[in-house]
DNA sequence: TCGGCGCGTGAAAGTAAGTTTCATGCGTGG
DNA sequence: CCACGCATGAAACTTACTTTCACGCGCCGA
């Protein structure tokens, strides 16, 4: 491990120096950055000195030769950036905002969102919905609107890996297929403000049969921890409706992600060959290179 | 300024590469720092290549040679703050994974998704892109499997702000309905691989309209480049198939939430409007307070 | 004042690293 | 089955880096 600091260590024995190692020094200092992309040539001729003479600095400072000394300018160059810079923690664009900054803003609030969703994720909630999962013979999942995206894309992974899951967009069919569960199955209902009535409506008739209900929701205090079971929550700030609950969706597939891999996890072996036959199924939809 | 994320652009261009290149490619990627302290033959040998293989992988990448890349990647590397533990980085969940670990795996390597796209978004690209779409009278927007999600949203979304925009989850369909575009019109493609047959076709068919044509792929280099002319990337490393692809489902999202914000930031009063008239409108779909 | 001594220095020789060129062989498409 | 083109590594070549060596300058003692 390259231990930091090594232009403070040049400017420290800075003094020590012979004259012309010095005027080399002074360059290295002034502009690490700019010293890594300079070639030892170049470097002699801006410190008016000769290659050897860079050499014997780089000797000097304990480096084995240039090459070595222009990889660690960089490295300390780098790691000198001083981290981004201020941005409005979950906070609105403002109006006169570049692409530049509307990017940074969008990607520090979903990365975000995403980290501070697993950090608060209970795993032995995570477990116990896994084991439901893996028992059932049969699996509903519910969203509205946004979150029947999400819902949809968790029915298409376990799907994809042989369980057998539904999922309706509309709640008619939704409560209708529900009402045909029964103990041993599993209900996961899907609702950012935990307040969608027909989310709660599945759920509630899912647990009258018996089936095990399992809420996704932002916050769990909602209603819907009353009709579930297993209440996982995500941790998206979103306030406003600025970025269209991008967050929220983030942070509930990674749960959702994270649900889907722990079943896989399961059955191993049945899983990875499951994916492979399903990818391998829509290769042949796939071009080969690039055409003319 | 160093444009960021040399790592993430070379894992982008990874199936672009030929064989060789592409050994060279996964060691650059797997340990960057100690590529960097590598000289050129070292490297070639690592990679069971020559030198000459090394030189054009550098070209590949957009880099004038061997020391440059070297430079680079020692920058890169010191920049990288390294995951507090040992989580394998982009690899697969442990077999004895406990739960807890199974989170911190899925939601690092999907955050990174999400902050590793934003930071090698061309800013300008998007702001052509939200051009586009503003300018646009009809927007068609088309995506297949799991990519179908992420189109699907990006059409809710920009519905919502009250721009007429449509996907079609059949082929058959958006095709048909993309042979309506005219000049002035935009098509959206999205590909995570950059070779789905369907949604080349899509664009193809849209190009030879006069429409404007943009795909969001991961790979730049793929097919779909050729038929768009607009390319936004995405820097997901999945190589597996562990997490169902989720991470590149975020960094898709991520990237549509960014032209969103773009599209709507063009016009924030009505956008604003058009958004809680929306909100309100499935606000009698919400139940007040836990039911007892 | 002069002769040696040693250190800093750059010129030049020498070596290693990086780059270009080219011939080969393999796979693809006609 | 042939022709073409692309990927590839060997070898020639160039550039960058390293070592060697001799010069010169300043210091010291005679």
Chains 1, 2 share one sequence.
Not at 105 to 134: G, H, K, M, S
Not at 190 to 219: E, K, M, P, Y
Not at 223 to 234: E, G, K, S
């Amino acid at each position: 491990m390259p231990e930091p600091g090594l232009i403070v260590q040049i400017s420290g024995l800075l003094p020590a120096l012979s004259p012309a190692e010095q005027r080399v020094a002074r360059l290295v200092v002034a502009d690490p950055a700019d010293a890594a992309r300079r070639t030892i040539t170049d470097l002699a001729t801006a410190a008016e000195t000769s290659e050897a003479t860079v050499i014997r600095f780089c000797r000097s400072v304990g480096l084995e030769g240039y090459p070595q000394l222009r990889i660690r300018l960089a490295a300390e160059a780098a790691r000198r950036v001083e981290p981004p810079d201020a941005r409005v923690v979950g906070g609105d664009i403002p109006p006169g905002a570049d692409f530049a900054q509307i990017i940074a803003t969008i990607a520090f609030n979903d990365a975000r969102a995403v980290e501070e969703t697993a950090q608060q994720l209970d795993p032995e909630v995570c477990e116990a919905v896994v084991e439901a999962l893996n028992a059932a013979t049969r699996i509903e999942i519910y969203g509205a609107g946004a979150s029947g995206f999400v819902a949809s894309d968790f029915q298409q992974k376990l799907h994809r890996i042989g369980r057998t899951a539904y999922y309706w967009p509309d709640v008619h069919a939704a409560l209708t297929s529900v009402a045909l569960l029964g103990k041993g199955d599993v209900a996961i209902g899907i609702s950012h403000t935990g307040t969608t009535g027909d989310v709660l409506d599945v759920l509630d008739v899912a647990r009258s049969r018996g089936a095990t209900t399992v809420a996704l929701t932002n916050f769990p205090r909602s209603p819907i921890a009353d009709v579930a079971d297993h209440v996982l929550t995500t941790a998206a700030r979103e306030t406003t409706y600025r970025s269209g609950a991008t967050a929220s969706r983030l942070a509930q597939l990674t749960v959702v992600d994270c649900l889907f891999v722990g079943v896989a996890a399961r059955n191993r072996a049945k899983a990875r060959k499951a994916l492979e036959v399903t990818a391998e199924a829509v290769r042949s939809r796939r071009v080969a290179r690039r055409r003319g």
